[in-house]
């Protein structure tokens, strides 16, 4: 089976890890704030706080951010659920904003709409974080416009986008938003086998983030209610998590992040292949908006023909045929959790619509020609 996605793994990762594995510290050590460093530098962004999952991620922006019980935190539908589920963790509740049909990002003049009713009813949320679908980049120009217009935080969720860009500057350069985090799940665009990060220019929100990330425990005696009892000492001044990366993790990291440009390059002539391969065919290609450059983490196509069954008849003729084709994602308010809360189907017409007809395609950066051509015939052959 051709996977969707995958890791590429290398001698130099390999050495890395083993590396740590020798060495003294196979957790908080010196590899992580390397890593951190790393990442940083790469966004332009002053501060990154790497953790085991970009889920814990996002539950750090959220609580750095003070969301909390009686706050709203507004997402798209079409989404991984851990967009949305960060603010159930902290007690604060969810909505979500319809899709833009040509990116399948949040669409800004929905939000627009969707935040004059709730400022009407009294109902603004306080963090909204768009999702880089597949690595193409929200509106972040619009979207921080309305943020400081409706006085709303801002979290990227790029765990699709490392690597990308918005009008020229990197994603997570911050200019746009209060914190963006990654993610580096092997499908992801790099990997650290689990593990995520958080970047924001602002020293605070790191710190929170930082100290939430281990127990809130800290032995700075500047942030200490009282002196020191001694050199052991230290203090749990908040209620945090043990939601650390290890050094294995990072070191792997660091050393995949010498191949992240080579990555999101060869991912882009990828997506130029499959559009000369599936030109033709009764399909909507990706549509890629001028002020970005993607990631392109995922090659999401919309059968033009989503008639009764055909969307599971095409996934099922291409899985048999050998083509691990996937389905990113069902809309997060129509899963029985989120149905629970009152969500309904018929909510956000656009992300249903997408659901019904949208398949994402083979794609990363070792996926061969042949195998592309594989699944080019592949898809022809279920199409017709
Ligand atoms: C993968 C993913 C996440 C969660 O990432 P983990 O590192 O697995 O926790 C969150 N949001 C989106 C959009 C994702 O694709």
Same mark, same amino acid.
């Given at each position: 089976?051709?996977?969707?996605?995958?890791?590429?793994?290398?001698?130099?990762?390999?050495?890395?890890?083993?590396?740590?594995?020798?060495?003294?510290?196979?957790?908080?050590?010196?590899?992580?704030? /390397?890593?951190?460093?790393?990442?940083?530098?790469?966004?332009?962004?002053?501060?990154?706080?790497? @953790?085991?999952?970009?889920?814990?991620?996002?539950?750090?922006?959220?609580?750095?951010?003070?969301?909390?019980?009686?706050?709203?935190?507004?997402?798209?539908?079409?989404?991984?659920?851990?967009?949305?589920?960060?603010?159930?963790?902290?007690?604060?509740?969810?909505?979500?904003?319809?899709?833009?049909?040509?990116?399948?990002?949040?669409?800004?003049?929905?939000?627009?709409?969707?935040?004059?009713?709730?400022?009407?009813?009294?109902?603004?949320?306080?963090?909204?974080?768009?999702?880089?679908?597949?690595?193409?980049?929200?509106?972040?120009?619009?979207?921080?416009?309305?943020?400081?217009?409706?006085?709303?935080?801002?979290?990227?969720?790029?765990?699709?986008?490392?690597?990308?860009? !918005?009008?020229? &500057?990197?994603?997570?350069?911050? $200019?746009?938003?209060?914190?963006?985090?990654?993610?580096?799940?092997?499908?992801?665009?790099?990997?650290?086998?689990?593990? %995520?990060?958080?970047?924001?220019?602002?020293?605070?929100?790191?710190?929170?983030?930082?100290?939430?990330?281990?127990? %809130?425990?800290?032995?700075?005696?500047?942030?200490?209610?009282?002196?020191?009892?001694?050199?052991? !000492?230290?203090?749990?001044?908040?209620?945090?998590?043990?939601?650390?990366?290890?050094?294995?993790?990072?070191?792997?990291?660091?050393?995949?992040?010498?191949?992240?440009?080579?990555?999101?390059?060869? $991912?882009?002539? @990828?997506?130029?292949? !499959?559009? /000369?391969?599936?030109?033709?065919?009764?399909?909507?290609?990706?549509? +890629?908006?001028?002020?970005?450059?993607?990631?392109?983490?995922?090659?999401?196509? /919309?059968? +033009?023909?989503?008639?009764?069954?055909?969307?599971?008849?095409?996934?099922? /003729?291409? $899985?048999?045929?050998? @083509?691990?084709?996937?389905?990113?994602?069902?809309? @997060?308010?129509?899963?029985?959790?989120?149905?629970?809360?009152?969500?309904?189907?018929?909510?956000?017409?656009?992300?249903?619509?997408?659901?019904?007809?949208?398949?994402?395609?083979?794609?990363?950066?070792?996926?061969?020609?042949?195998?592309?051509? &594989?699944?080019?015939?592949?898809?022809?052959?279920?199409? $017709?």
């Amino acid at each position: 089976m051709i996977p969707y996605g995958r890791q590429e793994i290398t001698a130099a990762d390999i050495d890395a890890v083993v590396q740590v594995l020798n060495s003294d510290f196979l957790t908080q050590g010196p590899v992580v704030p /390397r890593f951190e460093r790393m990442v940083a530098d790469y966004c332009s962004a002053g501060h990154a706080v790497a @953790v085991n999952s970009a889920t814990s991620a996002l539950h750090l922006a959220c609580l750095a951010l003070g969301l909390g019980p009686g706050d709203w935190l507004w997402t798209s539908p079409i989404t991984f659920v851990a967009s949305a589920n960060c603010a159930l963790y902290c007690g604060a509740q969810v909505d979500f904003v319809d899709i833009d049909p040509h990116t399948y990002n949040l669409c800004p003049g929905a939000l627009e709409r969707k935040l004059i009713e709730a400022e009407r009813a009294g109902r603004l949320p306080k963090v909204v974080v768009p999702v880089h679908l597949c690595g193409q980049p929200c509106a972040m120009a619009e979207i921080h416009a309305l943020a400081r217009r409706f006085g709303f935080k801002v979290i990227e969720d790029a765990s699709h986008a490392i690597g990308g860009r !918005y009008q020229g &500057r990197p994603i997570g350069d911050g $200019r746009y938003s209060d914190i963006t985090i990654f993610s580096f799940h092997p499908v992801k665009i790099i990997t650290t086998a689990e593990g %995520g990060m958080a970047v924001t220019n602002s020293a605070e929100l790191a710190a929170r983030m930082a100290l939430l990330r281990s127990h %809130g425990i800290t032995r700075d005696p500047a942030l200490m209610t009282r002196e020191p009892d001694g050199p052991w !000492y230290y203090q749990q001044i908040e209620l945090g998590f043990n939601y650390r990366m290890t050094e294995l993790q990072a070191a792997l990291g660091v050393s995949q992040m010498d191949r992240l440009d080579g990555y999101v390059a060869r $991912r882009h002539q @990828v997506a130029e292949r !499959y559009g /000369r391969l599936l030109d033709g065919l009764p399909l909507v290609l990706p549509w +890629q908006h001028p002020d970005g450059y993607s990631g392109y983490h995922l090659y999401v196509v /919309r059968l +033009q023909d989503a008639g009764e069954g055909a969307q599971r008849r095409v996934f099922e /003729r291409l $899985r048999a045929a050998g @083509v691990g084709v996937n389905l990113h994602y069902i809309p @997060v308010h129509t899963q029985p959790y989120y149905e629970r809360m009152g969500f309904r189907p018929g909510q956000f017409p656009e992300a249903e619509r997408y659901y019904r007809c949208a398949l994402s395609l083979p794609m990363y950066p070792t996926l061969s020609e042949a195998d592309q051509d &594989r699944v080019a015939a592949a898809l022809k052959e279920a199409l $017709r």
